[in-house]
């Protein structure tokens, strides 16, 4: 029955975010012509990523949505537990956000254009002047009143530990000024291993803590704010996967 169920809610998913990227990728390419500062492509995003969420079964449960700052941009750096973690931030902050994602992903009928058409921003990791150049892109973003979310594990957790922070985060918050927002990600790592395309319905629970200030600081100590952040994201996950927490448990992983 298991192997049953798997195979319905993988079909299930797979179906759903096909037929929805190409609905909505036309949407949003059309909003693209109509508007060109993004704002427009990236809420249909938003919408996908609801609809990916609320059709696959996957609830999503925010706490800390008084921790976001809606008058400005701010850096959401947060643990990277799966596929998910980028359709429940997307679908459910309450803000303007332009993603760093991979060049290669932008070749992708529909979703690619859409991300363009969104104003997200390519990183073509193996060169390292154009890598620089999606950093100064990034900061022209931010300034521009647009938040970005890092993932400064750099890849997907295998098993939940929310594995050493690489470098880069602090320097896009101490070129652009903008706020570091701690974010907590549990239950994603569950509904699509890493090295799997098997779909697990589960619940999801994002913690959103207090913003750091990184122009109080001071340019020594916004390295050391990184590191901070991190140490909230890790007492974040362990208090709330161990089910101290409105009975979440997330025990599977």
């Not at 938003?46 to 609801?50: A, H, V």
């Not at 363009?116 to 073509?124: E, L, M, T």
């Not at 704010?225 to 161990?242: F, K, S």
């Given at each position: 029955?298991?192997?049953?169920?798997?195979?319905?809610?993988?079909?299930?998913?797979?179906?759903v975010i096909s037929v929805l990227s190409l609905v909505l990728g036309v949407a949003a390419l059309i909003l693209a012509a109509v508007r060109r500062n993004g704002d427009g492509?990236?809420?249909?995003a938003?919408?996908?990523?609801?609809l990916l969420c609320r059709l696959n079964g996957i609830p999503v449960e925010i706490i800390g949505l008084e921790n976001v700052q809606r008058?400005?941009?701010?850096?959401?750096?947060?643990?990277?537990?799966?596929?998910?973690?980028?359709?429940?931030?997307?679908?459910?902050?309450?803000?303007?956000?332009?993603?760093m994602a991979k060049a290669s992903l932008f070749r992708i009928p529909f979703v690619g254009w859409s991300m363009?058409?969104?104003?997200?921003?390519?990183?073509?990791r193996d060169n390292k002047k154009k890598a620089f150049q999606s950093f100064l892109d990034t900061i022209e973003k931010i300034k521009a009143g647009c938040s970005v979310v890092l993932f400064p594990e750099g890849t997907r957790s295998e098993n939940g530990i929310i594995g050493p922070f690489?470098?880069?985060?602090?320097?896009?918050?101490?070129?652009?000024?903008?706020?570091?927002?701690?974010?907590?990600?549990?239950?994603?790592?569950?509904?699509?291993?890493?090295?799997s395309a098997v779909i697990r319905p589960g619940a999801v629970r994002i913690i959103i803590s207090p913003p750091v200030d990184v122009e109080r600081c001071g340019p020594d100590g916004v390295?050391?704010?990184?590191?901070?952040?991190?140490?909230?994201?890790?007492?974040?996950?362990?208090?709330?996967?161990?089910g101290k927490s409105a009975g979440f448990l997330e025990a599977r992983e």
């Open positions: 029955m298991k192997a049953l169920a798997s195979f319905y809610h993988t079909f299930k998913f797979w179906m492509p990236h809420r249909i938003s919408l996908w990523s609801r008058d400005r941009a701010q850096i959401f750096v947060a643990n990277h537990q799966g596929y998910f973690d980028i359709f429940a931030l997307s679908g459910y902050l309450p803000v303007q956000i332009r993603w363009k058409a969104a104003g997200y921003i390519p990183v073509q690489k470098k880069g985060g602090h320097l896009l918050a101490a070129r652009s000024g903008a706020p570091m927002v701690p974010v907590t990600i549990l239950g994603t790592g569950a509904i699509i291993r890493k090295g390295e050391q704010a990184l590191v901070g952040i991190r140490e909230t994201i890790i007492r974040n996950y362990e208090e709330n996967r161990l």
